[in-house]
DNA sequence: GTAATACTTAGCTTTATGGCTAAGTATTCG
DNA sequence: CGAATACTTAGCCATAAAGCTAAGTATTAC
């Protein structure tokens, strides 16, 4: 089983990469063949056949060879990891505005982790963030 | 003016890394100084900076000095680039279904590719993709 | 004023990426 | 059958990425 963080690592790997989004982008249209992917992005086919095997690798293609072409179809539902992972991002930093909103109104330490960290403290006795100068 | 495709690269770039999504989800719960968030990552802290600094580098974190502390903060707007672009592959192989369905109902060549070089097309800019399709 | 703290800077190492050429292999065309 | 097509495999290179230690530099604590 392929550890979520590690399909995580892989998708923002392969779209890290504007070759591997183009691609993605294009076969968003319908399927298409390595040559005709490879044919407008000035690259040798052996590297482009590098990126094809990393989308391929991270799930967010599906490859078949018919005869001696190799035809690429788009995994939509892979995307779906990326989503995941912002609604998730997004549910942690909205109990975090909860937090704050109840420190505003309430009067308590608006955060100061949970987990990990440990319970050094703000140095400077409040939890700001907006003070003072700045750096070189 | 950074191209909106060196901006998806530094995001996705920034985000494929473990270290630098467990700080990203950390921050999510509020704002924390470098030694706190590297103190649970067995990383030395220089080598934990470079992530802090490639955080920044993409606009997902933003941190300020004070006194000898540097505290680094969340840029929840920032992942809204990733939102976007999710919602560009999406407008475009939803419409590239309908093709198919055109194709499936109708008769034609469901695609055939449109030269693009990326989803390079600022989505909050005027240049749409476009997308003309079937000719023959 | 001396120490401890919290980063910073420098410089180095290892591994991973992305790209290339040359040389196959398997199919399909004439 | 022989040639053209469409990848594949096998190296090889240059650059970037991620981590480390040693040695600063400000700040704050004592």
Known sequence: MAKYSDQLDAMFTALADPTRRTVVTRLGRGPASVGELAQPLSISLPSFMKHVRTLEACGLIRTRKTG????????????????????????????????LEQFVTGGQQPVEDTTDTDGAVDPTGSTRITDTEEES
Chains 1, 2 share one sequence.
């Open 68 to 99: 001696r072409v190799r035809t690429c179809v788009l995994n939509q539902d892979r995307l779906g990891l990326l989503d995941g992972w912002l609604e998730e991002q997004r549910r942690i930093w909205e109990a975090g505005t909860d937090r």
